[in-house]
């Protein structure tokens, strides 16, 4: 009859333990999870890290037990294969703060809005999108720490390339430096966030933002075309942003013929009360029609309000209905609008003459 105290076969003790805790984990994850409300943050990082977790718990045991059987020969381990262990561990929190970095990422609307259920769209997509870019620059200086572990980086080396890397900021990398401070400058500032529409009218650029990266920034363009954008640009260079607007102006030019000067004073009446009236108008904002000036074909006048909004379809929609209003006005007075037209003279003797 064995002994019950003997050992397993090649010390699968650890190997075993490692499965159990792994299996174990995955169950917790699991009834913890279905616990919480669905489309939950907490419940979507729990299940994001579901993968990582386990398989992070196995691989970790799995490497201890193969690097404490390997021969001191092949590779020689101080800590019978804890370092293994300790490697597999970090490349494991990395692994789960990457899940979690694009679980948030795929649902920043729906987890902004819990979070953060005080703030207006916009800034809570703009604190969701700084917290994705925070836990992947945490995973990067987690990876970075251990590989310099690894390689036995001291404190006076890191010293010493920050003197070179000085330099080569000095001759080589002043516009990744420049584009990344940019960037920087961008999340503190915030003149803009993902979702406003702006404009750069020293490089003619128009778009809504899409990402803002530490690099570039991501604009689509009226015609759905990405652009990518140098944060350098919004540091030299006027931004509008078109989001931003909160009065959309509206100003229509029109005119006359010269035979209806009679009828400017009744049109510009008519048409000032057409504004006070309008709902779309904003009242509290200019509103003026004037007759402007003796143009070589026609008496310009001029109208100018503001709308309520500052959405753009909503300016378009006002300005498309008080130019149909002005047409009326005009029509109503028995005024007419001149169009251009050309006279062409007959030479004398014929036109075959030239």
Request: hydrophobic letters at 45%; one cysteine or more.
């Amino acid at each position: 009859m064995p002994d019950p105290t003997t050992p397993l076969p090649f010390d699968l003790q650890l190997p075993l333990t490692g499965l159990a805790l792994s299996l174990i984990s995955l169950l917790v994850i699991n009834l913890v999870a279905r616990r919480l409300r669905r489309g939950g943050m907490v419940r979507g990082l729990l299940l994001a890290a579901r993968l990582s977790v386990t398989v992070t718990i196995l691989l970790c045991t799995l490497g201890w037990w193969l690097g404490s059987l390997l021969s001191p020969a092949l590779i020689a381990l101080d800590r019978d294969g804890r370092e293994i262990r300790d490697l597999l561990l970090v490349l494991g929190v990395a692994w789960t703060l990457l899940r979690w970095k694009g679980e948030i990422s795929a649902h920043s609307s729906g987890y902004a809005a819990q979070l953060l259920p005080a703030l207006d769209e916009k800034e809570r997509i703009f604190l969701l999108d700084v917290l994705t870019k925070l836990i992947g620059i945490t995973a990067l200086v987690v990876l970075a720490l251990e590989v310099m572990r690894l390689l036995g980086v001291s404190a006076a080396v890191l010293v010493t390339a920050g003197g070179f890397g000085a330099a080569a900021v000095g001759f080589g990398a002043r516009e990744i430096v420049s584009n990344s401070l940019s960037g920087l400058m961008l999340y503190i500032n915030r003149p803009f966030v993902v979702g406003d529409t702006i404009e750069i009218p020293n490089e003619s650029l128009t778009g809504s933002v899409e990402n803002i990266g530490w690099f570039y920034t991501q604009l689509r363009s009226l015609e759905r075309q990405p652009i990518f954008v140098p944060n350098t640009i919004f540091s030299a260079n006027p931004v509008t942003n078109i989001a931003e607007t909160d009065k959309r102006r509206i100003w229509i030019e029109f005119g006359l013929s010269y035979d209806d000067r009679p009828c400017i004073e009744p049109i510009v009446a008519d048409l000032e009360r057409a504004l006070a009236q309008h709902p779309g108008v904003d009242q509290d904002k200019t509103r003026a029609v004037n007759f402007t000036g003796y143009g070589e074909s026609s008496l310009d006048l001029r109208l100018l309000c503001h709308a309520t909004s500052g959405d753009v379809l909503d300016g378009w929609a006002l300005r498309q209905d008080l130019l149909l209003r002005i047409g009326e006005v005009v029509a109503a007075h028995g005024a007419a609008m001149p169009f251009p037209t050309r006279t062409l003279i007959q030479a004398p003797g014929g036109p075959g003459r030239p």
